[in-house]
């Protein structure tokens, strides 16, 4: 049985097909253990939809947003793409650090009173691209840390780009697992980190949910500078914090700017996953160990391996930031924090030990005695509800599965009441 996804895995002589190429296969990608988390659950709700052909199967699996784009900011999309159809309005290919005057606007809204230059932004087609061509930019020499449970993208891309060895019970060989669990209040004891290169560091926390304080912060600040490394600060739903003591950028912490980076997205803010939309933030203050300053080889890779932001997407990124588009923006991310707070309190009401929700579209719930795909598998057999598996986030994502809040609301009180049907105290 494969420790990684639970399936079970026969050991048969590979098939005699007929090779033509003298190419290797990356080794890299061949350390991976199983499929990338999300396509590998889609496979499982299609097969699941034919065994159960008239099924409504509802999706709390990926964290995918499924509410319209709010109309002003639809509006500016679409004048932006009658714009392309017109010899005035059409544009080619852009700054590949994208429109100079969405990278002042997200500088203005988040960043100017943190003291980050619009230089400093760089607009891009998402947090997950960013990681992997920060991968590229750090290579393979360089040794990462993740918080675990985390977000499965820094682990895989760290593999494919040759950053650890194989894998065994207890993770990929050379990477660094934070523990982070609700014994520690999901923030990893630092005095027992080995120290890394890297850090990837996401908060509010996918998947678990749980913001860092400006305290626990601080310390990450101060660990990653007394020791070289570099955070990657992952702050892709910061929008959702509502705890005043809780940082929604990690350059509010005094130091940051000198070893950290920060990425984020329009995707759970604004229903862009679609339309794909983000930014990364590289401080000029950020420095390798020879003096040289890390904005110039990200600005490099960009140039290299990016050609810039649809210009439609970054219209409607511009019409995100004005307050017209801000408003609407928050009543989106407020809808789905009202979700959260359902699903929440309904796994509450059903004698679960709950996490996150608070600030944050994920609900994490622990479900020990079993391995999470089984209690995956269980949920969508009884429930026709599609969840996500903790040890797909990690090792110590066992024992636990994620809700996602995305979803529209008659769905989300239809899973409760399969929920409270399925294991409720009467079932
Ligand atoms: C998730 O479900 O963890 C995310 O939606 C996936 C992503 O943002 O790529």
Known sequence: RCRHCSKIRAVAAPEKQEVRTSLRRN?????LQAGYLFPEIAKRRRA???????????????????????????????QAADGLGTRQGYSGYGSEQGNPKLREAICNRFYASLGRQPQEIFVS????????????????????????????????????????????ETG???????????????????????????????????????????EQLQQLVDFASANGSVVIYDAAYSLYISDANCPKSIFEIPGAETCCVETCSFSKYAGFTGVRLGWTVVPEQLRYADGQQVIKDW????????????????????????????????????????????????FEELGFKVHGGKNAPYIWIAIPG??????????????????????????????????????????????????????????
């Open 299 to 346: 600005n490099r890779v960009t140039n290299t391996i990016f050609n810039g932001a649809s210009n439609i997407a970054q219209a409607g990124g511009l019409a995100c930031l004005e307050p017209q588009g801000m408003k609407e923006m928050q009543q989106t991310i407020d809808f789905y924090k009202e979700n959260a707070g359902i699903l929440y309190s309904t």
């Open 172 to 214: 990929y060989d050379g990477i660094e697992y934070m523990v982070c669990r609700p014994e520690n209040d999901f923030f990893p004891d630092l005095s027992q980190v080995r120290p890394a290169d890297l850090i990837f560091f996401c908060s509010p926390n996918n998947p678990t949910g749980a913001a860092a304080t400006r």
């Open 27 to 31: 080794e890299n990608i061949g350390k």
């Open 125 to 168: 087609d998402g947090s997950k691209c960013d990681i992997g061509r920060m991968q590229m930019m750090f290579g393979s020499g360089a040794k990462v840390a993740v918080q675990d449970p985390s977000y499965p993208a820094y682990v895989d891309s760290s593999v494919m780009i040759g950053q650890t060895g194989g894998y065994s």
């Open 48 to 78: 699941h939809q034919e065994k159960f052909p008239d099924a409504h199967v509802i999706s709390l699996g990926i964290g995918d947003t499924t509410e319209p784009i709010t109309g002003f900011v639809a509006d500016a999309m679409k």
């Open 370 to 427: 079993k391995p999470s795909w089984d209690t995956f598998a269980d949920i969508l057999e009884r429930t026709h509800i599609v969840t996500t598996p903790g040890s797909g986030f990690g090792p110590a994502g066992e024992g636990f599965v994620r809700a996602s809040a995305f979803g529209h609301r008659d769905d989300i009180m239809e899973a409760v009441r399969r929920f409270k049907e399925a294991y409720g105290k009467s079932s």
